[in-house]
């Protein structure tokens, strides 16, 4: 790599029909860029950045599964020879897509002289890529996971993995020691020791938020040496000894980062539907996506999925991963309308 640029920006731009957080007037927007002395090495760059970025990301933290993909030429980033795309599926079987990397091969590096000098001290042109995602990410991470009740956050993103309520005042104290056990075992808690509150207010309070852990402490509780836990992600609650109560809510919470991501896959397979012809796939994209071959689409089928409102969101290989070429073959398409 010859050198490289990364940076947060603002950016302003007019939106017919605003959605908040998807397409608004201003939004946060992340993006780098970098210069190679070789196509290979800006080629491998852009992989990395979908793979170890954006998919990891998106997948590890934001616990939303994504398909990852090149982007047909029609969809692919102006200027650019090659267009890499992490997709997601939003609960009402809509795509949204997640972060771009782009190969810009020496188009850019071209018209604004973007050159280096060689080891063998001559003047060449670079090899660029560039890459971005922005806050639409949050709009995705509400629209997968929320639910009527507010946020549900999964626990690896969450500012606060794990809430102490005392429920009387006289159980304050107990419940700051049982706060501090928890950070000590790693957790991000907060202790909430507003016991002049009503305990239903607090704990819609806490629903909304999204915490994923919420421990409600009483004097019978205190008493009986236990702890009621509330989970956000299945809305059940459930007794639990005192003892080791910290190293146990750890473990919950890597059970509960799982479980969203699972439930979220799950819930996205069930509606990519398996079909052999472009009228079939605008069939299913009424209610998700549809998964085709390639060469069952086509240029000609990306017109006419485009009367329909559906776009090819990427193309990847029978075995899920990210082809070299959108001309080998047996290439699949997923297909869907999106945001």
Same mark, same amino acid.
């Given at each position: 790599?010859?050198?490289?640029?990364?940076?947060?920006?603002?950016?302003?731009?007019?939106?017919?029909?605003?959605?908040?957080?998807?397409?608004?007037?201003?939004?946060?927007?992340?993006?780098?860029?970098?210069?190679?002395?070789?196509?290979?090495?800006?080629?491998?760059?852009?992989?990395?950045?979908?793979?170890?970025?954006?998919?990891?990301?998106?997948?590890?933290?934001?616990?939303?599964?994504?398909?990852?993909?090149?982007?047909?030429?029609?969809?692919?980033?102006?200027?650019?020879?090659?267009?890499?795309?992490?997709?997601?599926?939003?609960?009402?079987?809509?795509?949204?897509?997640?972060?771009?990397?782009?190969?810009?091969?020496?188009?850019?590096?071209?018209?604004?002289?973007?050159?280096?000098?060689?080891?063998?001290?001559?003047?060449?042109?670079?090899?660029?890529?560039?890459?971005?995602?922005?806050?639409?990410?949050?709009?995705?991470?509400?629209?997968?996971?929320?639910?009527?009740?507010?946020?549900?956050?999964?626990?690896?993103? =969450?500012? &606060?993995?794990? $809430?102490?309520? @005392?429920?009387? %005042?006289?159980?304050? !104290?107990? *419940?700051?020691?049982?706060?501090?056990?928890?950070?000590?075992?790693?957790?991000?808690?907060?202790?909430?020791?507003?016991?002049?509150?009503?305990?239903?207010?607090?704990?819609?309070?806490?629903?909304?938020?999204?915490?994923?852990?919420?421990?409600?402490?009483?004097?019978?509780?205190?008493?009986?040496?236990?702890?009621?836990?509330?989970?956000?992600?299945?809305?059940?609650?459930?007794?639990?000894?005192?003892?080791?109560?910290?190293?146990?809510?750890?473990?919950?919470?890597?059970?509960?980062?799982?479980?969203?991501?699972?439930?979220?896959?799950?819930?996205?397979?069930?509606?990519? =539907?398996? &079909?052999?012809? $472009?009228?079939? @796939?605008?069939? %299913?994209?009424?209610? !998700?996506? *549809?998964?085709?071959?390639?060469?069952?689409?086509?240029?000609?089928?990306?017109?006419?999925?485009?009367?329909?409102?559906?776009?090819?969101?990427?193309?990847?290989?029978?075995?899920?991963?990210?082809?070299?070429?959108?001309?080998?073959?047996?290439?699949?398409?997923?297909?869907?309308?999106?945001?």
């Amino acid at each position: 790599m010859i050198c490289s640029g990364d940076t947060w920006n603002n950016v302003v731009r007019w939106e017919l029909r605003p959605r908040l957080f998807l397409r608004t007037t201003e939004f946060l927007w992340q993006e780098g860029h970098t210069a190679h002395a070789t196509y290979d090495g800006a080629r491998d760059y852009a992989r990395r950045i979908l793979h170890e970025a954006y998919e990891d990301l998106m997948v590890n933290v934001l616990a939303i599964p994504v398909v990852v993909g090149r982007k047909t030429a029609r969809e692919r980033f102006a200027g650019a020879v090659n267009t890499l795309a992490c997709e997601a599926m939003m609960r009402d079987g809509k795509a949204l897509q997640m972060g771009t990397s782009h190969e810009l091969g020496q188009n850019f590096a071209k018209v604004f002289g973007i050159d280096y000098l060689s080891a063998a001290g001559q003047r060449e042109t670079a090899w660029t890529t560039s890459w971005g995602t922005s806050t639409r990410m949050v709009g995705g991470l509400i629209m997968v996971h929320g639910d009527d009740d507010g946020l549900r956050l999964p626990p690896v993103l =969450a500012p &606060v993995q794990v $809430v102490v309520m @005392a429920i009387k %005042a006289d159980v304050v !104290g107990a *419940a700051h020691r049982l706060g501090a056990d928890l950070r000590d075992a790693g957790a991000r808690v907060v202790v909430d020791d507003r016991a002049d509150v009503p305990f239903g207010r607090r704990a819609v309070d806490w629903e909304l938020k999204g915490v994923p852990l919420r421990l409600e402490l009483g004097p019978r509780d205190l008493a009986a040496g236990q702890v009621t836990v509330a989970h956000r992600l299945s809305g059940g609650k459930e007794p639990l000894l005192l003892t080791g109560i910290a190293e146990t809510c750890v473990a919950l919470l890597a059970r509960e980062q799982r479980a969203m991501l699972d439930g979220a896959r799950a819930a996205r397979d069930a509606r990519i =539907a398996d &079909v052999a012809t $472009v009228a079939d @796939a605008v069939e %299913a994209c009424a209610q !998700g996506w *549809a998964r085709l071959p390639w060469p069952a689409v086509g240029e000609a089928g990306e017109t006419e999925l485009a009367k329909s409102a559906v776009t090819v969101r990427c193309l990847t290989r029978a075995d899920g991963s990210v082809p070299d070429s959108d001309t080998e073959l047996d290439l699949v398409a997923y297909v869907g309308r999106s945001y």
